[in-house]
Each structure stands twice: as structure tokens, then as C-alpha cells.
């Protein structure tokens, strides 16, 4: 935890120590929603929007880790926007998001989850529990601002998919007056699970209790944890943007009580560029 706090307080300091705005970055050509965690790369334009780049995170190697590594990811999207809607591909989701009002924004990503490996863990940790299946999942999420300049919202989401469901509602808030997408953002956040996406997870078969020694455990659905999020996206020169985000999840005391959860908490921290065409 000490090493995760000094490498979040350091990605900060360079964040506001190194970076400042570009002044074309500012055209007064509004995203989609002004906020740093929905990405819009059309800048304000019906028609086509790219941006291609690279994101490094240091986060737990698994659900319920206590080892942590560094992934580097391709970051970025192929987006085409009409009016209030943006259709996209990124990665290995397709999606659609659009605005129904000045304060009502609407999301639906059909994606690939990928599944957990026992070689995840480099100190054995999930030896005998086998490699979870990739599964296909869909993504529904309604989002609702206080006010048109989106500085305060509400957020509800639902993840539902081969592998189970999973439920979230969020408050949040961003700070800075740009209405470009670019700024500081902070989310705070209730999730809840099914007991098929709680096992998936953090349950053990009678099966696995005998590979791996670790004891049978059946989770039911509920409540899953409380998670903080903060966003950060900047422009630093002409085209380019810097990203950051920071997560931290408190898990419930069902989780806590699973032996495949050596930490009560998840927590990761990554930052990235990508160049906007």
C-alpha cells in the first residue's frame, strides 16, 4: 500500500508540474459531455475522430491480490460521431453513446472479459483453481448532471454477461471550466454483484478446494464493495493528451472472508498519452 500511495503522489506532481495546456487544445468546440473519463477524440465535429496511444498501469495482478505488476495497453479509440451520438471501437469493445438531453447521457458496449489465469499470480497463489473462460458481456449505463455543465452527476450501471452480472451506482464530480473533455474528475462509487460474477471471482468448488487446498467457498450476490475513481485528462501540446486514473475498491466482508482475497481492498494507478488525429 505504502508503494501504491508513492507512486499515485508522484504521478500527481508530475501531472501539475510538467504539463501545461496547449492554447489550441481550447477552440471552443465542446465534447460530447465535459467530462475527462468519456473520451471524445471528433473534437466537437460530425464525422470521424481517431486517437491511438499507450497506457501504463501498476495495479494487482488478479482479483483480490496482494502481488502487483505493471501492463503496458494500447489506448485510444475509432470513434464517428452524429449530432449527440458517438458510435465506437476500442479494443476489444464496440459501443455507442449519445445525449437524449443536456443532462441525460446514455452508454451500451458490447465487449470481450477476459478470464482469469492461474499464472496471474507469480507466488502460486491460484495454483489448483484452474483458468476462468473468456466470456462475452454487455455494458448498459445511464448517467444524469445536475446541470448542463455536468459539474455534479449521478451514474448507474449495470455489467451483464456470460460469467454473471454486476451493478453499480456512482456520485461524482469535475473541477475546471473546460468544455473539452479535458480536466480533473473524482467518483465515488456502491457496487453490487450476482453470486455467479461473486464465485467467478472469489468462489471454490469442491473441485478446486481439493487442487488447490484452499477451502470450499460459495459466495452469494450482494454487496461487493465501495470504490473511489479519480480521471485526469489534459491536453499538453497541439494534438496530444496525457490520461491518468487512480482506483481504489474496499471490498465487502464476504469477499474479505474468501481465501482467494489476500487484500480487503484493489487498488491500481495508470497514466498514458495519446495522439488525437
Do not use: C
Amino acid at each position: 500500500m505504502k508503494k501504491f500511495t508513492g507512486l499515485l503522489l508522484l504521478m500527481l506532481m508530475l501531472m501539475h508540474g510538467l504539463f501545461i495546456q496547449d492554447s489550441l487544445a481550447q477552440d471552443g468546440k465542446k465534447s460530447l459531455v465535459p467530462l475527462p473519463s468519456v473520451d471524445d477524440f471528433t473534437k466537437g465535429d460530425d464525422g470521424w475522430g481517431f486517437g491511438l496511444g499507450l497506457s501504463v498501469e501498476y495495479e494487482t495482478a488478479y482479483e483480490g491480490a496482494d502481488e502487483y505488476h505493471f501492463e503496458v495497453d494500447p489506448a485510444g479509440a475509432v470513434q464517428w460521431r452524429r449530432g449527440n451520438n458517438i458510435f465506437y471501437w476500442a479494443g476489444e469493445a464496440l459501443g455507442w453513446r449519445g445525449l437524449l438531453s443536456e443532462t441525460w447521457l446514455f452508454e451500451t458496449v458490447v465487449g470481450i472479459e477476459e478470464g482469469r489465469k492461474e499464472s496471474d499470480s507469480d507466488d502460486g497463489r491460484l495454483n489448483g483453481l484452474g483458468d476462468g473462460d473468456e466470456g462475452i458481456e454487455m455494458v448498459l449505463q445511464a448517467r444524469r448532471a445536475f446541470d448542463p455543465d455536468w459539474r455534479y452527476w449521478l451514474d448507474a450501471r449495470v455489467v451483464t454477461g456470460e460469467n454473471g452480472s454486476l451493478g453499480l451506482l456512482a456520485a461524482g464530480s469535475r473541477f475546471g471550466d473546460q468544455n473539452n473533455g479535458t480536466g480533473h474528475e473524482v467518483a465515488i462509487a456502491l457496487v453490487f454483484h450476482d453470486s455467479d460474477y461473486a464465485n467467478k471471482d472469489f468462489g471454490i468448488t469442491a473441485q478446486q478446494s481439493t487442487a488447490s487446498g484452499l477451502a470450499v467457498t460459495n459466495l452469494s450476490g450482494g454487496f461487493r464493495s465501495i470504490g473511489f475513481n479519480y480521471n485526469y485528462r489534459e491536453y499538453i501540446y497541439k494534438n496530444w493528451q496525457i490520461l491518468a486514473e487512480a482506483v481504489y475498491e474496499q471490498y465487502g466482508s464476504d469477499i474479505q472472508d474468501s481465501p482467494i482475497a489476500r487484500n480487503n481492498f484493489e487498488a491500481e494507478i495508470g497514466i498514458g498519452f495519446i495522439y488525437v488525429f
